[in-house]
């Protein structure tokens, strides 16, 4: 415990482990602020954030600004008196006017090892652009975006077959485990921020739903990171019979044909041809049926070797 006045700001699941830590700790963290309640999933709910769920456990009074930057907001924030504030996912900018508030500043922790994979969603392109260790890196947050002096890191190995989803669940973890060494030891004096080399970044943009179009003409193990690093959401997909079909788990092949054609079937997996190479598509989801192992989903599905996976065809007038 440092006996700071602590302001957390964060929203989605990934920040919950870093909140839970603050407050087993015995931190005083006075406000927590997350984005505002909104509509999820098919049935268009409307559902707190993770985020504030956990706050309202413990009841710790909760912010929703529609947007931080707002005078009235940063007013709000400043009146809490913090000497430091804590952002993890958080998803908005802040504004310099409130950076400038906690007397020991914001700190920021990142989900990547800065300063590669700036941005919102690096979990995601670390894994599609096929890279084997990743972390976590503490920093002082500036008015940029991901570009503050960086305090500690903490990096992890990826697996080969690891999606999104269990790398998200382990960095949460590692997350919150760098964020109590990061608080001992700026309680203790001993932090010592490090300068980012600006030629050593990327950038991690937001993921969209078009991200997940399958190009079968790539190469098999480019196509299976983009699988992986896709899982659980926006999803990689493809087209059969005009119908999406998503992909889940594949592995890959040394298969050879057309692109998209599907070269064999079988209880293991449906044979994929890729540009080089060949995919064995082992889960899989058509449009309007149950997510299903591929051989459960060929008990019930007419499928033949030969048919091709690909775009959806262009109807008259689009």
Known sequence: MTGMRIVFMGTPEFACPTLRT?????????????????PKGRGQQTLPPPVKVVAEQHGIPVLQPVKVRLPESIEEIRGLNPDLIVVIAFGQILPKALLDIP????????????????????????????ENETGVTTMMMDVGLDTGDMLLKRSTPIGADEDTQSLHDRMSQLGAELLAETLDRLARGELVPEKQDDAL???????????????????????????????????AYSFLDDKLLKVFRVQTASGSGAPGEILSLGRDGIEVACGTGSLLIAELQLEGKKRLP???????????????????EASVGE
Not at 111 to 123: D, H, T
């Open 22 to 38: 603050l407050i087993e700790r015995g931190e005083q963290v006075v406000a927590v602020v997350t984005q505002p309640d909104r």
């Open 103 to 130: 007397k020991y500043g914001c700190i920021n922790v990142h989900a990547s090892l800065l300063p590669r994979y700036r941005g919102a969603a690096p979990l995601n392109w670390c894994i599609i652009n096929g």
């Open 201 to 235: 970044t990327c950038y991690a943009p937001m993921m969209k739903k078009e991200d997940g179009l399958i190009d079968w003409s790539r190469d098999a193990q480019a196509i299976k990171n983009q699988v992986r690093g896709m899982t659980p959401w926006p999803g």
């Open 294 to 312: 591929a051989g459960d989903f060929l008990a019930g599905y007419k499928l033949q070797p030969g048919c091709t996976l690909g775009k959806k």
